[in-house]
T-cell receptor, first 117, second 116 residues
Framework: GAVVSQHPSWVICKSGTSVKIECRSL??????MFWYRQFPKQSLMLMAT?????????EQGVEKDKFLINHASLTLSTLTVTSAHPEDSSFYIC?????????????FGPGTRLTVL | AQKVTQAQTEISVVEKEDVTLDCVYETRDTTYYLFWYKQPPSGELVFLIRRNSFDEQNEISGRYSWNFQKSTSSFNFTITASQVVDSAVYFC?????????????FGTGTRLQVTL
């Protein structure tokens, strides 16, 4: 149980295009999902927290207009990188919290590697 | 604000050696959770352990063991008889402000290289 999937696992796009990354909880209802970003050889940095049906809460320094997050259902959250540029190339990881489970447990997806040319 | 420090950036050992990865944390809360994750080259985070602040008992799971000491705010991770498959980046993490607003704070990670 407690499986989180991400799609796509990797994506290459041209500068200026938008890319959507999906995060799904497969066997539980995720009232809260988190989006992290990880640059090569660095740690995971929380970008935003999204609660189902409400606006995401962004961490300081993260542009909400550039990284659009939609948590429209209890099993799906999407991150859209708008007008992507090479500096947005990174590894994006989502995690999900079970709405009926322990608040202090997060289940991580396998990550999406984004390369912007 | 909470903080997790992993002072060791990279460690290289020969197979069968024991290795300890250090983790020091800072928090103002009395209730918090500590975690260790493994990140192999594939990138997917693998959960290893969670420990709450009220449980200072050390834990052993096969070749893995963890030493939690509140007095020094440390939660160190030891791999006994290391193997090549243990090569990965290991992250220590902390959740405080427990409840619906709780967020994970990660350390900078320790890259472990186990060679033959």
């Amino acid at each position: 149980g407690a499986v989180v999937s991400q799609h796509p696992s990797w994506v290459i796009c041209k500068s200026g295009t938008s890319v959507k990354i999906e995060c799904r909880s497969l066997d539980f209802q995720a009232t809260t999902m988190f989006w992290y970003r990880q640059f090569p050889k660095q740690s995971l940095m929380l970008m935003a927290t999204s609660n189902e049906g409400s606006k995401a809460t962004y961490e300081q320094g993260v542009e909400k207009d550039k990284f659009l997050i939609n948590h429209a259902s209890l099993t799906l959250s999407t991150l859209t990188v708008t007008s992507a540029h090479p500096e947005d190339s990174s590894f994006y990881i989502c995690s999900a919290r079970d709405g009926q489970g322990d608040y202090n447990e997060q289940f991580f997806g396998p990550g999406t590697r984004l390369t912007v040319l | 604000a909470q903080k997790v420090t992993q002072a060791q950036t990279e460690i290289s050992v020969v197979e069968k050696e024991d290795v300890t990865l250090d983790c020091v944390y800072e928090t103002r809360d009395t209730t918090y959770y500590l975690f260790w994750y493994k990140q192999p080259p594939s990138g997917e985070l693998v959960f290893l352990i969670r420990r709450n602040s009220f449980d200072e008992q050390n834990e052993i799971s096969g070749r893995y063991s963890w030493n939690f000491q509140k007095s020094t705010s440390s939660f160190n991770f030891t791999i006994t008889a290391s193997q090549v498959v243990d090569s990965a980046v290991y992250f220590c993490a902390l959740i405080d402000n427990t409840g619906t607003a709780s967020k994970l704070t990660f350390g900078t990670g320790t890259r472990l290289q186990v060679t033959l």
